[in-house]
T-cell receptor, first 116, second 114 residues
Framework: AQTVTQSQPEMSVQEAETVTLSCTYD???????LFWYKQPPSRQMILVIR??????QNATENRFSVNFQKAAKSFSLKISDSQLGDTAMYFC?????????????FGKGTKLSVIP | GAGVSQSPSNKVTEKGKDVELRCDPI?????LYWYRQSLGQGLEFLIY????????KSGLPSDRFSAERTGGSVSTLTIQRTQQEDSAVYLC????????????FGPGTRLLVL
């Protein structure tokens, strides 16, 4: 079974600073997909970034980038120039193609607070 | 365009009652997922629908839980004889159904069983 571990239950960062959220996962598969989702207090889960395991290049989306270390099974999220609107729960998630239903397996989440 | 919508937004019920939660996926999305988010268990997959294929019910926690999807669009998650441990946020997501693509989530239904 796949597991996703987020070891930081809570983190805080000053506005405009950079913060890195950690995620590790466990799988015996070589082909899979990794995601970071953001959940603000409104409860709506929003995709932040995704990474295909077969791609060596780290994904980036504006202020968000990942450090994907396949051998170490690590997938951290870096948020640059943090903004107040980044305050949210962040979930790391995993999909294993071929599992039939492509459901997301989530970590427990990291609560990020951006301090003005 | 419209996103995934869910109703009701909040639901309070008494233990033993049945509840129905509704999900309207994004138009044209053939894949639909239900997840449960609870304090103790985090986010868990419940059930998956893809087109006319038989649903993947492997995540349903008990036979009190069932779901259907009518006409390949709207889905209803039904919980019979609710228990206090059913209290959670129930999230619905949809995607194009072309394998691994982005799942778009609704705002969820917060269920409280007294």
């Amino acid at each position: 079974a796949q597991t996703v571990t987020q070891s930081q239950p809570e983190m805080s960062v000053q506005e405009a600073e950079t913060v890195t959220l950690s995620c590790t996962y466990d799988t015996s598969e070589s082909n899979y997909y990794l995601f970071w989702y953001k959940q603000p207090p409104s409860r709506q889960m929003i995709l932040v970034i995704r990474q295909e395991a077969y791609k060596q290049q780290n994904a980036t989306e504006n202020r968000f980038s990942v450090n994907f270390q396949k051998a170490a099974k690590s997938f951290s999220l870096k948020i640059s120039d943090s903004q107040l609107g980044d305050t949210a729960m962040y979930f790391c998630a995993f999909i294993r193609p071929g599992a039939g239903s492509y459901q997301l397996t989530f970590g427990k989440g990291t609560k990020l607070s951006v301090i003005p | 365009g419209a996103g995934v919508s869910q109703s009701p937004s909040n639901k309070v019920t008494e233990k033993g009652k049945d509840v129905e939660l509704r999900c309207d996926p994004i138009s044209g999305h053939t894949a639909l997922y239900w997840y449960r988010q609870s304090l103790g268990q985090g986010l868990e997959f419940l059930i998956y629908f893809q087109g006319n294929s038989a649903p993947d019910k492997s995540g349903l926690p008990s036979d009190r839980f069932s779901a259907e999807r009518t006409g390949g669009s709207v889905s209803t998650l039904t919980i019979q004889r609710t228990q206090q441990e059913d209290s959670a946020v129930y999230l619905c997501a949809s995607s194009l159904g072309l394998r691994v693509e982005t799942q778009y989530f609704g705002p969820g239904t917060r269920l409280l069983v007294l």
